[in-house]
């Protein structure tokens, strides 16, 4: 009897050591299953991270990008007013290039945007004359070194006034008693609106200086149904 129950007790410690051991080995195998859990969610959240520092980096290279050609290459401008009629209109988007006349200057019949600080806003207009220039304008017919010039750029828009027996140009002539001097001085440019009877210009504001010349409008993108180059008629 005796023998028979330290028998059993024997079995039942070996048993509960069996599955001690068992427990122990259970925990043992799923030990790597949990690191292996563990270290997958901290490479996500590593590479989520990666990724958001990587989108951060291209936004600050984009901003600094757009910043850059805004302030040194191209510039948007949005045409507002009649006065470059009927080549422009008001609500027309032009991307102006700021470098080119970096390099070079100005030249007859590019159309400029320039800064206009007693009005602190911009003006859209047409270079017509250059430094040297000696500029008449009589009605209709431009003058330069006294020699007529030809402006394609309004030709059909003075053909339509005329066949209705009037002027184009019903605004002042040049000079006039707002700008007396007729030569272009070092440093400046004369510029027109093409609307010549609506356009506050050279006429009245006088000559435009080299520092207040933004750029050239070279291209219309809005609306999309006028995208183009803008074609600049050079003498």
Do not use: C
């Not at 991270?49 to 291209?58: F, L, N, Q, R, S």
């Amino acid at each position: 009897m005796d023998s028979q129950q330290r028998n059993d007790g024997l079995n039942n410690g070996n048993t509960n050591d069996l599955k001690d051991t068992q427990n122990h080995t259970n925990i043992q195998q799923n030990l790597p299953e949990r690191a292996v859990t563990h270290g997958s969610s901290s490479g996500k959240q590593s590479g989520t991270y990666k990724e958001i520092v990587e989108w951060i980096k291209a936004l600050v290279i984009a901003v600094v990008l757009v910043f850059l050609i805004r302030q040194f290459l191209f510039s948007p401008f949005i045409v507002d007013g009649p006065s470059m009629q009927p080549n422009f209109e008001t609500g027309e988007r032009l991307i102006v290039n700021k470098i080119l006349y970096t390099i070079r200057e100005p030249k007859f019949g590019e159309v400029v945007v320039f800064d206009v600080p007693e009005q602190g806003r911009k003006f859209i207009k047409r270079v017509i004359g250059v430094p040297g220039d000696k500029i008449r304008l009589e009605g209709d017919n431009l003058y330069i070194n006294d020699k007529k010039i030809d402006e394609p750029y309004i030709k059909e828009a003075i053909e339509a006034a005329r066949a209705e027996g009037r002027l184009y140009n019903t605004g002042p002539n040049f000079p006039n008693s707002d700008v007396k001097d007729m030569t272009v001085p070092e440093g400046t440019i004369f510029a027109l609106g093409d609307n010549r009877g609506d356009s506050t210009d050279s006429r009245f504001i006088g000559f435009v200086t080299d520092k207040e010349v933004v750029g050239r409008a070279d291209i219309i993108f809005w609306p999309l149904n006028k995208l183009e180059f803008i074609k600049h008629w050079t003498k």
